[in-house]
Antibody, heavy 114, light 110 residues
Framework: QVQLQESGPGLLKPSETLSLTCAVS??????WSWLRQPPGKGLEWIGE???????HYNPSLKSRVTLSVDKSKNQFSLNLTSVTAADTAVYYC??????????WGQGTTVTVSS | EIVLTQSPGTLSLSPGERATLSCRTS???????IAWYQQRPGQAPRLLIY???RRATGIPDRFSGSGSGTDFTLTISRLEPEDFAVYFC???????????FGQGTKVEIK
């Protein structure tokens, strides 16, 4: 049973960079993804990465997002620059399979406030 | 970008009743790219249906998915108390590659 665990700072100031990591056993057979959900709202896909093969980003966030994998540490990471209050959300790391999200982390809450 | 519109916004039903949730896409899509999720309060979403009609591992057979083209449906044949939650549909697009979600349908106890 694959389990995913997000970690990172819960509070950021506007213009700072959000950095989150996800502990996971990175396999070469899956795409890995980050998604987020603002309070009381729906789900937004941030991007996906296939270790050693490619990365895709949501066009609306592409200029601020970087995904990376450190296979030696079994970590999948998200960097989001120049955050604003609109980036306040629960952030999920996830595994993709069959064009769907089949495994979700429990989520970590990130608040952007001055 | 393909837009997903779910209806109704809220569905008020009693345990034991049948729930029919709709997801309409702004352009015709392959059924292979449609999935459905359940989200209970304070929890991460859970995959119910992928490839528009295949149940994910461990999902009870009272959940079923159907549809094609621009109209997709999630049906819960007989609502159990634990089924009262929010449901999201999701589509995978290829140009550019990305996942988009509907705004959700809340199934509440009547």
């Amino acid at each position: 049973q694959v389990q995913l665990q997000e970690s990172g700072p819960g509070l950021l100031k506007p213009s700072e960079t959000l950095s989150l990591t996800c502990a996971v056993s990175i396999s070469s057979d899956h795409w890995w993804s980050w998604l987020r959900q603002p309070p009381g709202k729906g789900l937004e896909w941030i991007g996906e990465m296939y270790h050693g093969r490619g990365t895709h980003y949501n066009p609306s966030l592409k200029s601020r997002v970087t995904l990376s994998v450190d296979k030696s540490k079994n970590q999948f990471s998200l960097n989001l620059t120049s955050v604003t209050a609109a980036d306040t959300a629960v952030y999920y790391c996830a595994r993709l399979q069959s064009y769907s999200v089949d495994v979700w982390g429990q989520g970590t809450t990130v608040t952007v406030s001055s | 970008e393909i837009v997903l519109t779910q209806s109704p916004g809220t569905l008020s039903l009693s345990p034991g009743e049948r729930a029919t949730l709709s997801c309409r896409t702004s352009q015709s899509v392959s059924g292979s790219y449609i999935a459905w999720y359940q989200q209970r309060p304070g929890q991460a979403p859970r995959l119910l249906i992928y490839y528009s009609s295949r149940r994910a591992t461990g999902i009870p057979d009272r959940f079923s998915g159907s549809g094609s083209g621009t109209d997709f449906t999630l049906t819960i044949s007989r609502l159990e108390p634990e089924d009262f939650a929010v449901y999201f549909c999701q589509q995978y697009g290829t140009s550019p590659p990305m996942y988009t979600f509907g705004q959700g349908t809340k199934v509440e106890i009547k």
